[in-house]
């Protein structure tokens, strides 16, 4: 079973920064997308930003220059540097990747870190 691990998380006032990090292990198949998520209480899980094992990059609107996704292939880890967080960041952040067979370009399924949280005070 594939895991992510997600760290960095906290409290912060707005105007600062924050880095999350995801490591992804007990992977068979390769990695191809691997990203961040957000989500507050009543809403739908929105995209933050995405990354595939090439290097192109998807961000969410509402990010608007402020936030970096990087992407380590060999650790199998993918990064969110956050600068300029406003209150309205506040939110579960939550780590995916999907997988992918590359003998025959099958999807070998979508997994979910644990979340966690980030809070910006204002």
């Known amino acids: 079973q594939v895991h992510l691990a997600e760290s960095g998380g906290g409290l912060v006032q707005a105007g600062g920064s924050l880095r999350l990090t995801c490591v992804a292990s007990?992977?068979?198949?390769?990695?191809?997308?691997m990203g961040w998520y957000r989500q507050t209480p009543g809403k739908e899980r929105d995209l933050v930003a995405a990354v595939t094992e090439g290097g192109r990059k998807t961000y969410g609107d509402f990010v608007k220059g402020r936030f970096t996704i990087s992407r380590d292939n060999a650790k199998n880890t993918v990064y969110l540097q956050m600068n300029d967080l406003k209150p309205e960041d506040t939110a579960v952040y939550y780590c995916n990747a999907d997988l992918i067979d590359y003998s025959d370009y099958t999807p070998r399924g979508d997994y979910w870190g644990q979340g966690t949280q980030v809070t910006v005070s204002s």
């Open positions: 007990r992977m068979i198949f390769n990695i191809n997308t």
